[in-house]
T-cell receptor, first 114, second 115 residues
């Protein structure tokens, strides 16, 4: 099973809403990632978890709050977002947090902030 | 800091024709190189990667890429494309000397295969 699943597929939210994105993998991977991808652009790294601990935060605004409840699950909590936060949010995982590792991406959650 | 350049933002090509998608990276230090493909409305999938050894790496669906250290390039090629190859292709570099374990992605090349 080389699948990373993400829910929901689509999300529309207002600027005062609180919502969460969920990511799950059952490959036994110990590193998990959140990326943001705007249209026609490459993915931008937001957060990296390694062994359930946050190891990289790419200076992401606090309205994005990641959580890794266990080694298979990764959440991204959203609060008071801005319209410019509308994007495709991709989750990925890899066996370890190493430069040689392949990252396996989920299909993404397409977020629209009104 | 490492950077990746994909000079061609779009490449239209007829079906069964050959294609080359160009990727150059900035530093000649040892790096690891990846090509990912993103089909419409999907996440990214690894096509192939170069870590060490033979400079020519191949994927299971007919793509190949050649690592050229002197030219700091990792161009992706396919001798005969299919309609189903229409997608966005991203080159990525991982620099083991940076200590960050991050991918640096290029801006992507949109391959459009025409019937």
């Amino acid at each position: 099973d080389t699948e990373v699943t993400q829910t929901p597929k689509h999300l529309v939210m207002g600027m005062t809403n609180k919502k969460s994105l969920k990511c799950e993998q059952h490959m036994g991977h110990r590193a998990m990632y959140w990326y943001k991808q705007k249209a026609k652009k490459p993915p931008e790294l937001m957060f990296v978890y390694s062994y359930e601990k946050l190891s990289i935060n790419e200076s992401v605004p606090s309205r994005f709050s990641p959580e890794c409840p266990n080694s298979s699950l990764l959440n991204l909590h959203l609060h008071a977002l801005q319209p410019e936060d509308s994007a495709l949010y991709l989750c990925a995982s890899s066996q370890e947090r190493r430069e040689t590792e392949t990252q396996y991406f989920g299909p993404g959650t397409r977020l629209l902030v009104l | 800091a490492q950077s990746v350049t994909q000079l061609d933002s779009q490449v239209p090509v007829f079906e069964e024709a050959p294609v080359e998608l160009r990727c150059n990276y900035s530093s000649s230090v040892s790096v690891y190189l990846f090509w990912y493909v993103q089909y419409p409305n999907q996440g990214l999938q690894l096509l192939l990667k170069y870590l060490s050894g033979s400079t020519l790496v191949e994927s299971i669906n007919g793509f190949e890429a050649e690592f050229n250290k002197s030219q700091t390039s990792f161009h992706l090629r396919k001798p005969s494309v299919h309609i189903s190859d229409t997608a966005e292709y991203f080159c990525a570099v991982s620099d083991p000397t940076s200590g960050t374990y991050k991918y640096i992605f290029g801006t992507g090349t949109r391959l459009k295969v025409l019937a």
